[in-house]
């Protein structure tokens, strides 16, 4: 089961909604229009944002797209690239 269809539909509706939104735009580009990725991409981003106040896209060049398809988590995800990042106190949860 991917990550996406993990989620509880009202999850996906809503990340649905922002995706759709002018904050979406760059997870879409990034992810080269793959909605599944763009949305898992958003999510990193989101956590991001509220915890450290900087996008994920602000970060060193991280291999996004390999931890998508490793099947992590985005908050996960988001850890390691802090870490590589040298940013450390990531609040735990997703």
Same mark, same amino acid.
């Given at each position: 089961?991917?990550?996406?269809?993990?989620?509880?539909? $009202?999850?996906? *509706? +809503?990340?649905?909604? @922002?995706? #759709?939104?002018?904050?979406?735009?760059?997870?879409?580009?990034?992810?080269?229009?793959? $909605?599944?990725? *763009? +949305?898992?991409?958003? @999510?990193? #981003?989101?956590?991001?944002?509220?915890?450290?106040?900087?996008?994920?896209?602000?970060?060193?060049?991280? *291999?996004?797209?390999?931890?998508?398809?490793?099947?992590?988590?985005?908050?996960?995800?988001?850890?390691?690239?802090?870490?590589?990042?040298?940013?450390?106190?990531?609040?735990?949860?997703?």
């Amino acid at each position: 089961m991917s990550w996406w269809e993990e989620q509880s539909g $009202r999850r996906r *509706a +809503a990340i649905k909604a @922002v995706l #759709d939104s002018q904050r979406g735009t760059d997870c879409l580009h990034y992810a080269n229009a793959d $909605r599944g990725f *763009a +949305a898992w991409l958003l @999510v990193a #981003d989101v956590t991001c944002t509220r915890h450290f106040t900087l996008s994920i896209f602000d970060l060193v060049d991280w *291999a996004w797209r390999d931890a998508y398809d490793a099947g992590e988590q985005p908050g996960t995800a988001l850890r390691r690239a802090l870490e590589a990042d040298g940013i450390v106190g990531m609040h735990d949860g997703e």
